[in-house]
């Protein structure tokens, strides 16, 4: 059980993962509106992109549907900023201010060295009107989305290495491989495979080529995946999602 809480902490980059200097950092705040920050230390560019107070959250934990205004009202602000990557899809670190105090120190070192770029999702073309059953005005995220989430969220060390990621959702719930796709499409892998196993793993592992095993690639989605690692002599990475990846989805 303190394994599956463990890999529960650091699904997403929560508890632990430090950033590495080279690869995006992207962090989470809350006030005065749901605010995305990320910089691509590669280049130097970033984006602050504020999501309206009425654009539709599905929550993790199984803990259904919440206006991006009033989710951090309603639990923990790490539950909060895991359902907003997640309905996003996107990886993040942690949430603007908390978690470790040493990527704290290293976003105010570098924030003042990105050139950023300010983006209200409101304004855009990536969100469509609907009516909630309560009658509500609202919005959720267009079909256009994933594609602009690539271009804005994908890190550039990542993307030019090409790497391939082959999914394997072991669990028993339909549709978990393709939820992850979408975070590891967004950082700037391939993802060449979507498949299930009959076996289900208890946390997710990494598989790759040993000489790989050190790459900050390969890293990366460990520490966003919360995964031990395993050797393989497979071309591509392999992502082998689990009871931990269920639970923190689901909640069961």
Not at 70 to 95: F, N, P, R
Not at 97 to 109: E, Q, S, V, Y
Not at 210 to 236: H, I
Request: proline share 2%; aromatic share 8%; net charge neutral.
């Amino acid at each position: 059980m303190r394994r599956l809480w463990l890999s529960l902490a650091l699904f997403l980059g929560l508890a632990g993962h430090l950033w590495d200097g080279q690869t995006r950092f992207t962090i989470i705040t809350f006030s005065p509106h749901v605010t995305i920050k990320s910089f691509d230390p590669a280049t130097n560019r970033g984006l602050v992109l504020t999501l309206p107070d009425n654009l539709e959250i599905s929550a993790v934990a199984g803990r259904g549907e919440w206006m991006a205004g009033l989710i951090a009202k309603a639990g923990s602000l790490q539950w909060a900023a895991d359902s907003i990557a997640d309905t996003l899809g996107i990886a993040y670190i942690q949430v603007e201010g908390a978690g470790n105090w040493w990527n704290n120190l290293r976003w105010r070192l570098h924030e003042a060295e990105v050139e950023w770029r300010t983006v209200d999702l409101q304004e855009t073309d990536l969100v469509t009107e609907f009516t909630t059953v309560d009658k509500v005005n609202a919005l959720r995220l267009s079909g256009n989305w994933d594609n602009q989430a690539k271009t804005w969220f994908s890190d550039q060390q990542i993307a030019s290495s090409q790497l391939g990621v082959g999914i394997v959702n072991s669990t028993s719930v339909p549709g978990l491989g393709v939820n992850a796709s979408r975070v590891v499409e967004s950082m700037g892998f391939k993802v060449r495979s979507l498949r299930t196993a009959s076996q289900e793993v208890d946390q997710c592992v990494i598989r790759s080529r040993p000489a790989m095993k050190s790459a900050v690639t390969v890293r990366k989605l460990q520490n966003v995946f919360g995964c031990s690692w395993e050797a393989s002599d497979e071309p591509d990475l392999q992502l082998i999602l689990g009871q931990a990846y269920r639970s923190w989805k689901l909640g069961d």
